[in-house]
Nanobody
Framework: QVQLVESGGGLVQAGGSLRLSCAAS????????MGWFRQAPGKEREFVAA????????YYADSVKGRFTISRDNAKNTVSLQMNSLKPEDMAVYYC??????????????????WGQGTQVTVSS
């Protein structure tokens, strides 16, 4: 079992940057694919980025491609999301998630087995 705790959210002006981190407990972290999702008020949870267990493959939503970067450090049991050139439409609660099938990602929340509690990202225009 994996427990996930996100951090790094906050208030930033449009065009600014934030780095989200997700700390995982459990020895099996390195076998899990990891994903970041976000949910704005009144909207469904949407996929942002994912990374396979080795970090060798990543995938991004079109809306964040070229601005966000997902990475992981299996030695530290962490996954990060570097967010640059933030826009007001990026404002949401951001969640990290772990997927047991570490060799592939899923674009759907149902494809992930464990979730963090979320961290708020607010972007002012």
């Amino acid at each position: 079992q994996v427990q996930l705790v996100e951090s790094g959210g906050g208030l930033v002006q449009a065009g600014g940057s934030l780095r989200l981190s997700c700390a995982a407990s459990g020895r099996a972290f390195s076998f899990y694919a990891m994903g970041w999702f976000r949910q704005a008020p009144g909207k469904e949870r949407e996929f942002v980025a994912a990374i396979t267990w080795s970090g060798g493959s990543t995938y991004y939503a079109d809306s964040v491609k070229g601005r966000f970067t997902i990475s992981r450090d299996n030695a530290k049991n962490t996954v990060s999301l570097q967010m640059n050139s933030l826009k007001p439409e990026d404002m949401a609660v951001y969640y990290c998630a772990a997927r047991r099938y570490g060799g592939s990602w899923s674009l759907k929340p149902q494809g992930y087995d464990y979730w963090g509690q979320g961290t708020q990202v607010t972007v002012s225009s």
